[in-house]
Protein backbone atom coordinates (compact mmCIF):
# COMPACT_ATOMS: atom_id res chain seq x y z
CA UNK A 1 0.00 0.00 0.00
CA UNK A 2 1.54 3.48 -1.26
CA UNK A 3 0.66 6.96 0.21
CA UNK A 4 0.94 9.86 -2.03
CA UNK A 5 2.02 13.23 0.14
CA UNK A 6 0.09 16.17 -1.12
CA UNK A 7 1.48 19.84 0.35
CA UNK A 8 -0.27 22.06 -2.33
CA UNK A 9 -2.68 23.01 0.09
CA UNK A 10 -0.25 24.84 1.72
CA UNK A 11 -0.37 27.59 -1.17
CA UNK A 12 -3.93 28.18 -0.55
CA UNK A 13 -4.14 27.85 3.15
CA UNK A 14 -0.79 29.29 4.59
CA UNK A 15 -2.82 32.75 5.61
CA UNK A 16 -5.02 30.49 7.56
CA UNK A 17 -2.26 28.78 9.22
CA UNK A 18 -0.35 32.14 9.98
CA UNK A 19 -3.78 33.37 11.53
CA UNK A 20 -3.83 30.30 13.47
CA UNK A 21 -0.09 30.69 14.68
CA UNK A 22 -0.98 34.04 15.41
CA UNK A 23 -3.79 33.25 17.60
CA UNK A 24 -1.73 30.32 19.23
CA UNK A 25 0.63 33.14 20.13
CA UNK A 26 -1.66 35.63 21.83
CA UNK A 27 -3.28 33.51 24.08
CA UNK A 28 0.08 32.40 25.30
CA UNK A 29 1.44 35.47 25.70
CA UNK A 30 -2.08 36.94 27.11
CA UNK A 31 -2.02 34.35 29.77
CA UNK A 32 1.30 33.83 30.54
CA UNK A 33 1.38 37.35 33.08
CA UNK A 34 -1.83 36.80 34.86
CA UNK A 35 -1.72 33.32 35.52
CA UNK A 36 2.14 33.91 36.64
CA UNK A 37 0.63 36.88 38.50
CA UNK A 38 -2.16 34.81 40.41
CA UNK A 39 0.27 31.81 40.84
CA UNK A 40 2.44 33.74 42.90
CA UNK A 41 -0.48 35.04 44.95
CA UNK A 42 -1.55 31.59 45.57
CA UNK A 43 1.76 30.55 46.69
CA UNK A 44 2.35 33.27 49.12
CA UNK A 45 -1.09 32.82 50.70
CA UNK A 46 -0.62 29.19 51.02
CA UNK A 47 2.64 29.97 53.26
CA UNK A 48 1.92 33.23 54.53
CA UNK A 49 -2.04 33.32 55.06
CA UNK A 50 -4.76 32.91 57.69
CA UNK A 51 -5.79 29.40 57.84
CA UNK A 52 -9.23 29.96 56.26
CA UNK A 53 -7.30 31.55 53.10
CA UNK A 54 -4.51 28.30 53.24
CA UNK A 55 -7.45 26.09 53.33
CA UNK A 56 -9.04 28.42 50.02
CA UNK A 57 -6.23 28.58 47.97
CA UNK A 58 -5.67 24.88 48.21
CA UNK A 59 -9.33 23.86 47.06
CA UNK A 60 -8.56 26.28 44.23
CA UNK A 61 -5.59 24.14 43.38
CA UNK A 62 -6.72 21.15 43.89
CA UNK A 63 -10.08 22.10 42.10
CA UNK A 64 -7.98 23.44 39.23
CA UNK A 65 -5.59 20.51 38.76
CA UNK A 66 -7.43 17.50 39.07
CA UNK A 67 -10.02 18.64 36.23
CA UNK A 68 -9.57 18.71 32.74
CA UNK A 69 -8.86 22.10 30.79
CA UNK A 70 -11.13 21.71 28.48
CA UNK A 71 -14.24 20.96 31.19
CA UNK A 72 -12.84 24.25 32.45
CA UNK A 73 -13.14 26.36 29.06
CA UNK A 74 -16.49 24.49 28.47
CA UNK A 75 -17.91 26.13 32.05
CA UNK A 76 -16.75 29.21 30.82
CA UNK A 77 -17.88 29.63 27.34
CA UNK A 78 -20.70 27.61 27.43
CA UNK A 79 -21.94 27.72 31.09
CA UNK A 80 -21.24 31.45 31.35
CA UNK A 81 -23.78 31.96 27.98
CA UNK A 82 -26.44 29.57 29.45
CA UNK A 83 -26.35 32.17 32.63
CA UNK A 84 -26.62 34.82 29.68
CA UNK A 85 -23.62 35.89 30.13
CA UNK A 86 -21.85 35.28 27.13
CA UNK A 87 -18.23 36.06 26.30
CA UNK A 88 -15.99 36.35 23.51
CA UNK A 89 -14.23 32.88 22.41
CA UNK A 90 -10.81 34.17 22.94
CA UNK A 91 -11.37 35.97 25.85
CA UNK A 92 -12.84 32.19 27.32
CA UNK A 93 -9.75 30.69 26.62
CA UNK A 94 -7.16 32.87 28.06
CA UNK A 95 -8.72 33.06 31.41
CA UNK A 96 -9.14 29.32 31.34
CA UNK A 97 -5.32 28.93 30.61
CA UNK A 98 -4.49 31.51 32.86
CA UNK A 99 -6.62 30.18 35.78
CA UNK A 100 -4.94 26.48 34.75
CA UNK A 101 -1.56 27.83 34.46
CA UNK A 102 -2.10 29.91 37.78
CA UNK A 103 -2.56 26.61 39.93
CA UNK A 104 0.28 25.14 38.60
CA UNK A 105 2.69 28.28 38.96
CA UNK A 106 1.74 28.25 42.38
CA UNK A 107 2.60 25.03 43.72
CA UNK A 108 5.94 25.75 41.39
CA UNK A 109 6.15 29.02 43.56
CA UNK A 110 5.49 27.46 46.90
CA UNK A 111 8.35 25.02 46.33
CA UNK A 112 10.96 28.08 45.23
CA UNK A 113 9.82 30.21 48.09
CA UNK A 114 9.96 27.14 50.86
CA UNK A 115 14.03 26.84 49.30
CA UNK A 116 15.36 30.29 50.24
CA UNK A 117 17.59 29.67 53.44
CA UNK A 118 16.22 31.12 56.89
CA UNK A 119 19.35 32.96 56.93
CA UNK A 120 18.18 34.82 53.85
CA UNK A 121 14.91 35.86 56.00
CA UNK A 122 17.02 36.68 58.99
CA UNK A 123 19.10 38.92 57.09
CA UNK A 124 16.33 41.06 55.43
CA UNK A 125 14.98 41.36 59.79
CA UNK A 126 18.70 42.21 60.93
CA UNK A 127 17.90 45.02 57.83
CA UNK A 128 14.75 46.06 59.59
CA UNK A 129 12.87 45.14 56.44
CA UNK A 130 9.56 45.02 56.78
CA UNK A 131 7.25 41.69 55.21
CA UNK A 132 6.15 43.68 52.14
CA UNK A 133 9.64 44.42 51.38
CA UNK A 134 11.80 41.19 52.40
CA UNK A 135 9.15 39.12 49.73
CA UNK A 136 9.65 41.68 46.85
CA UNK A 137 13.20 42.68 47.54
CA UNK A 138 14.76 38.82 49.02
CA UNK A 139 12.08 36.07 48.75
CA UNK A 140 10.15 36.40 45.15
CA UNK A 141 13.75 37.09 43.08
CA UNK A 142 14.76 34.43 44.74
CA UNK A 143 12.23 32.01 44.51
CA UNK A 144 11.69 33.23 40.96
CA UNK A 145 15.30 32.56 40.29
CA UNK A 146 15.21 28.81 41.56
CA UNK A 147 12.26 27.43 39.90
CA UNK A 148 12.49 29.32 36.39
CA UNK A 149 13.14 26.16 34.37
CA UNK A 150 9.97 24.59 35.69
CA UNK A 151 7.74 27.43 34.99
CA UNK A 152 9.13 27.94 31.31
CA UNK A 153 8.22 24.32 30.68
CA UNK A 154 4.87 24.71 32.41
CA UNK A 155 4.25 27.77 30.15
CA UNK A 156 5.78 25.29 27.34
CA UNK A 157 2.76 23.33 28.17
CA UNK A 158 0.14 25.60 28.21
CA UNK A 159 1.18 26.60 24.68
CA UNK A 160 0.43 23.17 23.68
CA UNK A 161 -2.93 23.31 25.28
CA UNK A 162 -4.08 25.66 23.53
CA UNK A 163 -4.73 23.19 20.54
CA UNK A 164 -8.09 22.33 22.71
CA UNK A 165 -9.35 25.91 22.02
CA UNK A 166 -10.71 25.21 18.78
CA UNK A 167 -13.37 23.23 20.87
CA UNK A 168 -14.80 26.41 21.54
CA UNK A 169 -14.40 27.67 17.68
CA UNK A 170 -10.98 29.66 18.19
CA UNK A 171 -9.16 29.12 15.42
CA UNK A 172 -5.89 28.61 16.82
CA UNK A 173 -3.21 26.28 14.72
CA UNK A 174 -5.25 22.79 15.90
CA UNK A 175 -8.66 24.51 14.65
CA UNK A 176 -7.14 26.05 11.44
CA UNK A 177 -5.60 22.12 10.64
CA UNK A 178 -9.28 20.74 11.42
CA UNK A 179 -10.52 23.07 8.72
CA UNK A 180 -7.67 22.44 6.14
CA UNK A 181 -8.33 18.77 6.33
CA UNK A 182 -12.51 18.56 6.35
CA UNK A 183 -12.34 20.52 2.70
CA UNK A 184 -9.06 18.92 1.46
CA UNK A 185 -8.98 15.14 2.94
CA UNK A 186 -5.21 15.66 4.01
CA UNK A 187 -5.20 15.16 7.22
CA UNK A 188 -2.20 13.63 7.50
CA UNK A 189 -0.05 16.19 5.79
CA UNK A 190 -2.29 19.29 7.41
CA UNK A 191 -1.64 17.61 10.68
CA UNK A 192 2.25 17.33 10.14
CA UNK A 193 2.66 21.14 9.17
CA UNK A 194 1.00 21.76 12.33
CA UNK A 195 2.84 19.68 14.60
CA UNK A 196 6.02 21.13 12.77
CA UNK A 197 4.92 24.97 13.22
CA UNK A 198 4.21 23.91 17.10
CA UNK A 199 8.06 22.65 17.40
CA UNK A 200 9.16 25.77 15.99
CA UNK A 201 7.42 28.04 18.42
CA UNK A 202 7.71 25.72 21.28
CA UNK A 203 11.44 26.31 20.54
CA UNK A 204 11.19 30.60 20.16
CA UNK A 205 9.17 30.47 23.19
CA UNK A 206 11.95 28.36 25.00
CA UNK A 207 15.08 30.76 24.00
CA UNK A 208 12.70 33.91 24.27
CA UNK A 209 12.03 32.78 28.23
CA UNK A 210 15.77 31.44 28.62
CA UNK A 211 17.87 34.53 26.77
CA UNK A 212 14.83 36.73 29.53
CA UNK A 213 16.15 34.57 32.59
CA UNK A 214 19.89 34.53 31.41
CA UNK A 215 19.87 38.38 31.59
CA UNK A 216 17.87 38.97 34.92
CA UNK A 217 19.32 35.80 36.73
CA UNK A 218 23.00 35.38 35.84
CA UNK A 219 23.53 32.36 37.99
CA UNK A 220 20.67 30.26 35.63
CA UNK A 221 23.18 31.37 32.43
CA UNK A 222 26.19 29.89 33.81
CA UNK A 223 23.83 26.73 34.88
CA UNK A 224 22.93 26.43 31.30
CA UNK A 225 25.85 26.72 29.91
CA UNK A 226 27.59 24.00 32.29
CA UNK A 227 24.90 21.90 30.77
Not at 4 to 12: C, K, R
Not at 67 to 74: A, C, E, R, Y
Not at 140 to 158: D, K, N
Request: neutral net charge; hydrophobic residues 55%.
Amino acid sequence: MTYNFDFSFLSQYWPDLLRGMWLTLRMTMLSIIPGFVVGTLCALGRIYGRPWLVRSVGTYIEVIRNTPLVIQVFWLFFGLSALHLPIPALAAAVIALAINVSAYAAEIMRAGFEAIPTGQLEAASCLALTKQQTIWYVELPQAVERVYPALVSQFILMMLATSIMSQISADELTGVADVIQSFTYRGFEAYLVVAVIYLVLVSALRLFLLAGASILFPRLRVMNHQR
